[in-house]
C-alpha cells in the first residue's frame, strides 16, 4: 500500500503532497508549522496530543508511517520496527530483481505450465514482439543476435537551436583564462612600453609633464564619467559642451566659434536639471556659488594687479572644477552643483587667458565684443531650444569644436613656423598640429552631417556609397601618407599645403563616415563625435602647452568614448561596426532569420482603457516614437491619474532609445513624471514576469524578442527590454511596420500582446482623457 495520506502543520509541504494526490489529515488544533529557514517549528503541547490522537486511528490503517520533518537542535529519532537495514539491502535488491526477471519471462510466455513465444522477424517499435525479438540471442541453434531494426520507429525531435544567452555563454566559457590574462598582460606591457617611449623621444621638459597631466585627467575623467547615472546622460553631453568653449578660445584668434558653446550649454543644462525638479524638494539657493566664483576669478584679477604670475594655478583650479562638473552629475542631488563648478571652471579661464595675453584696450574691447555677441547668441538659442531637439543642438556645437580646432592648429603653426629651425619641440609641435587639423576635420564635418540627418534636412537612412570602404581606407592612407612630407620638408609652403590637404581629405572622410550611419544608431555618433571634439582639445593643449586644455580634452574624450561604450554594449555590436556602417550584431548567426507566422489582435482606446482598469502594476516602455510624436505630457497626465487610483506605474528606458542618451530621461521630466518612477532597462528587467501590463509607446526595435529568440536575426544578442514575459503587453504604434533595424518583431503576434494602432500622441490623448473620466 502506497502513502495516500499526510499530515504536516507546514502550508508549503502540504500542497507539495496535494499535488501528488495525498490525503490531507487535519488536525482539531489550528497552528502554524512554519519556523526559520524553510524547517519545521516545534508545535504546542495541545498540538502534539491531538495529533497523537489521530496517528493512533491512522497507524491501524496504513501500512507503512514515514516521518521526515526536522527540527534544527531538536534530534534523536526513535524508529519503530527494524532496525538492521543496511544488512538487509542485500536481500531486497536480489528479490526485487527476481520478481522483475519473473515477469519479464511471464510478458514472453503468458502460458504458466509451458514456456512457449512466436519470434517474428517483423514488428513495430514498442511492441510486445519487440521485447520478445530483442531478448531472444538463441533459437534451435540458429544465433538470432542481434534482433532487426523495429518498424516505426519514433523520430527524435530536431534538437532545439540554442537560445542567444547560450551561445553567449558558451562563448564566453571558451576564452580560456590564460588567454584573457595574457591579453591583459599584454595590454599593460604595450601601455607601460609606450610611457616609456615617449619619455625617451620627449624634446623638452614641458613634453612629460603635459602627458602626465593628460593620463591622470583621463583617469579622472573616466572615474568619473562611469559614475554619473544614466538619467543624467544628456545633461553630461550638454556641461562637455559648454566646457569645450572654455576661456583659451579667446575671441578674435582662431578659436572664436566657440564662444558660442560655453553660455548655452550651461544654460540648457540648467534647464534641464529644473525639469527634474520634484514639488517636494527643497528649495536652493544657487546664487550662493556667486560666491567662490567671485573669490576665485576676483582673487585673480589682484593678484594679477599686484604683479604675480599665477597663471597655472588658475589653470589646475579651472580643471578641477571642470572634473567636479562631470562629478556633480553622478545624482540628482549634487547635478546642480556641478553645473555651477563649471561655469566657474569657465570664468576661471577666461580670466586667466586674459591675464596671460594682457591685451591692449583696443584689442580688450574687440575681445570683449567678440565675446559678448557669441554668448548672446549662445544664450537666445539655449533658452529656445526645444528638448527634443537637443541631439541636433549638441551636433552642431560639435562642429564648432571641430572647426575651432582646425583653426587653432594651423595658426599655431603659421605663428610658431619661424621658431621651428631653433626649437628642439619643433617637431613634436609639427605633428600635434597635424594630428589636432585631422581630428578637428573630422569632427566639423561629421558633426554637420550628423545635424542634417537629426533635423531631418537630410535622409535618416544610411548612405551606402559602393566601395565605401576602400574610398575611407584611401582616405586614411592620403591622410597619414600626408605627415611624410609634412615632416621631411622643412619649408612653409609645404607645411601649409599638407595642412590644407588634411582638412579636406578629414572633412570628406567624416562626411562619408557619418553619412553611411543610419538614425538608429544616432546616440553613438553624437556620443563619438563628442570624444572626437575631446581629444581634438588635447591635440591643442599639446600644441600650445596649456594644462586646462589637456585637463579639458581628456575630460571630454573619455566622456564620450564611455558614453559611446554605453551604446554599443546596449546594441550589441562593436564601435567599429557602427562608425563604419555595419549591419547586425556580434551574435548574429549566419542561417535563414527565423519566420514569424500567426496573427496580430488590434484594440482600440476603450478596450485599452479596461485593460489598463484591470491592471495594478504597470510599466511604460517609451521609444523614440514618443519624441517625435511629442507625447510625453498626456503619458505624464495619465500616469498621474494612474498613480491617483492607487496604480503602481513605472518606466523602462533602454539606453539607446531616443537620439542621444538620456533623451527620454529629460523629456519625461520636462513633462512633470518624476525621475524615481523611470528606471533603466538593468534595473526593470526582472519585473516584468510579475507585471500586469506592459505599455509600450513608439519603441520597436528596443522590445524585440527576436533579440533572445533567434540567433539568426540581425539583432541578436542585443539587450532589450523583456515586455513579452509581462501578462499584458499594449503596443502603440503607427502601424505594424518594422523599426530602425528593419526586421520584424515577434511580440506583435504573441497571444498577450494588443496592437493600439495610430498616432501616438492622440492616442495617448484619448487614454489620458478616459482615465480621467473613470
Known amino acids: 500500500t502506497f502513502l495516500t495520506k499526510k499530515q504536516n502543520p507546514q502550508a508549503a509541504a502540504l500542497e507539495q503532497f496535494k499535488s501528488l494526490g495525498a490525503e490531507p489529515l487535519e488536525v482539531d488544533v489550528k ?5 526559520q529557514g524553510g524547517y519545521a517549528k516545534e508545535m504546542s503541547k495541545e498540538f502534539i496530543e491531538a495529533e497523537m490522537k489521530l496517528f493512533a486511528k491512522q497507524c491501524l490503517d496504513v501500512d507503512i508511517l514515514i516521518s521526515t520533518a526536522l527540527i534544527p537542535g531538536r534530534h534523536g529519532v526513535t524508529h519503530i520496527g527494524y532496525t538492521d537495514l543496511p544488512s538487509r539491502l542485500p536481500t531486497q535488491s536480489s528479490t526485487l530483481y527476481s520478481n522483475n526477471i519473473i515477469k519479464l519471462l511471464r ?3 503468458p502460458d504458466k505450465e509451458n514456456f512457449q513465444y512466436e519470434v517474428k522477424e517483423s514488428f513495430d517499435y514498442g511492441t510486445m514482439d519487440h521485447v520478445i525479438r530483442g531478448s531472444v540471442v538463441m533459437q534451435d541453434g540458429k544465433v538470432l543476435f542481434p534482433a532487426p531494426q523495429p518498424n516505426n520507429v519514433p523520430v527524435a525531435a530536431p534538437p532545439k537551436p540554442k537560445s542567444v544567452q547560450e551561445l553567449e555563454k558558451e562563448k564566453a566559457a571558451a576564452v580560456s583564462p590564460f588567454r584573457a590574462t595574457f591579453t591583459t598582460a599584454g595590454a599593460y606591457t604595450g601601455g607601460l612600453a609606450s610611457m616609456l617611449g615617449l619619455g625617451l623621444i620627449a624634446p623638452n621638459a614641458a613634453f612629460p609633464q ?3 597631466t593628460f593620463g591622470l585627467a583621463g583617469i579622472v575623467g573616466y572615474h568619473t564619467v562611469w559614475g554619473v547615472t544614466p538619467a543624467l546622460h544628456s545633461p553630461l553631453m550638454s556641461v562637455t559642451n559648454a566646457i569645450s568653449g572654455d576661456g583659451q578660445r579667446v575671441p578674435g584668434a582662431p578659436g572664436a566659434p566657440c564662444p558660442l558653446a560655453a553660455p548655452s550649454g550651461f544654460l540648457v543644462t540648467q534647464r534641464m536639471l529644473d525639469m527634474f525638479k520634484r514639488p517636494t524638494d527643497p528649495p536652493e539657493y544657487n546664487y550662493l556659488y556667486l560666491l567662490p566664483a567671485g573669490a576665485f576669478v576676483g582673487g585673480y584679477g589682484v593678484a594679477l594687479q599686484s604683479g604675480y604670475d599665477v597663471e597655472q594655478m588658475m589653470y589646475l583650479g579651472s580643471g578641477m572644477c571642470c572634473v567636479g562638473a562631470l562629478g556633480g552629475l553622478s545624482n540628482q542631488s549634487t547635478a546642480r552643483l556641478g553645473n555651477a563648478l563649471g561655469m566657474i571652471g569657465v570664468a576661471g579661464g ?23 555677441v557669441g554668448g548672446t547668441a549662445g544664450l537666445a538659442i539655449a533658452k529656445k531650444i526645444q528638448i527634443s531637439d537637443l541631439p541636433q543642438l549638441v551636433a552642431a556645437f560639435h562642429s564648432l569644436v571641430g572647426l575651432a580646432a582646425v583653426l587653432t592648429c594651423v595658426a599655431e603653426y603659421m605663428v610658431e613656423y619661424p621658431h621651428f629651425a631653433t626649437d628642439p619641440a619643433a617637431n613634436l609641435t609639427k605633428i600635434v598640429a597635424y594630428l589636432g587639423t585631422y581630428i578637428g576635420g573630422v569632427t566639423f564635418s561629421g558633426s554637420l552631417v550628423a545635424y542634417g540627418k537629426l533635423q531631418g534636412l ?7 556609397l559602393p566601395g ?3 574610398l575611407n581606407a584611401s582616405l586614411m592612407a592620403a591622410s597619414v601618407g600626408g605627415i611624410i ?8 609652403t609645404t ?7 588634411v582638412s579636406a581629405l578629414s572633412a570628406v572622410m567624416g562626411v562619408t563616415l557619418t553619412a553611411a550611419i543610419g538614425g538608429a544608431d544616432m546616440p553613438v555618433v553624437i556620443t563619438v563625435l563628442n570624444s572626437y571634439s575631446g581629444w581634438a582639445l588635447c591635440a591643442e593643449g599639446f600644441l600650445l602647452n596649456n594644462n586646462l586644455l589637456t585637463i579639458v580634452g581628456a575630460l571630454i574624450g573619455s566622456s564620450g568614448a564611455i558614453l559611446s561604450y554605453i551604446m554599443c554594449v546596449a546594441m550589441n555590436r562593436s564601435l567599429a561596426n557602427v562608425i563604419l556602417g555595419g549591419y547586425g550584431t556580434s551574435s548574429t548567426g549566419t542561417g535563414k532569420p527565423m519566420e514569424i507566422t500567426g496573427t496580430h489582435t488590434e484594440v482600440n482606446v476603450d478596450q485599452s482603457i479596461e485593460m489598463i482598469k484591470e491592471a495594478q502594476n504597470i510599466i511604460i516602455v517609451p521609444g523614440y516614437g514618443l519624441c517625435a510624436a511629442k507625447a510625453q505630457y498626456p503619458i505624464a497626465d495619465l500616469v498621474k491619474s494612474l498613480t491617483e487610483q492607487g496604480k503602481k506605474i513605472r518606466f523602462g528606458i533602454h539606453p539607446v532609445a531616443g537620439r542621444m542618451p538620456g533623451q527620454l530621461n529629460v523629456l519625461l521630466a520636462e513633462a512633470g513624471v518624476p525621475y524615481d518612477v523611470v528606471l533603466e532597462m538593468d534595473e526593470i528587467n526582472h519585473d516584468f514576469p510579475e507585471t500586469d501590463l506592459a505599455l509600450v509607446i513608439g519603441a520597436n526595435d528596443t522590445v524585440n524578442s527576436a533579440a533572445q529568440e533567434d540567433p539568426n536575426s540581425i539583432i541578436a544578442g542585443m539587450p532589450v527590454l523583456e515586455v513579452w514575459k509581462s501578462k499584458q503587453v499594449i503596443v502603440m504604434k503607427r502601424s505594424l511596420g518594422v523599426g530602425y533595424a528593419a526586421v520584424d518583431n515577434p511580440i506583435f503576434y504573441k497571444p498577450n500582446t494588443a496592437m493600439l494602432l495610430g498616432d501616438a500622441k492622440k492616442t495617448c490623448d484619448a487614454l489620458a482623457a478616459k482615465v480621467r473620466e473613470a
Open 458 to 464: 537630410l535622409n535618416s537612412a544610411p548612405l551606402m
Open 485 to 492: 612630407p609634412y615632416m621631411m620638408d622643412p619649408s612653409y
Open 495 to 501: 607645411g601649409i599645403t599638407c595642412l590644407g590637404s
Open 350 to 372: 577666461i580670466a586667466a587667458t586674459f591675464g596671460v595675453l594682457k591685451p591692449t584696450p583696443e584689442l580688450l574691447g574687440q575681445m570683449t565684443a567678440a565675446m559678448a
Open 31 to 35: 497552528e502554524s508549522g512554519e519556523g
Open 468 to 470: 565605401r570602404h576602400v
Open 107 to 109: 510478458a514472453i510466455s
Open 210 to 212: 603635459m602627458v602626465t
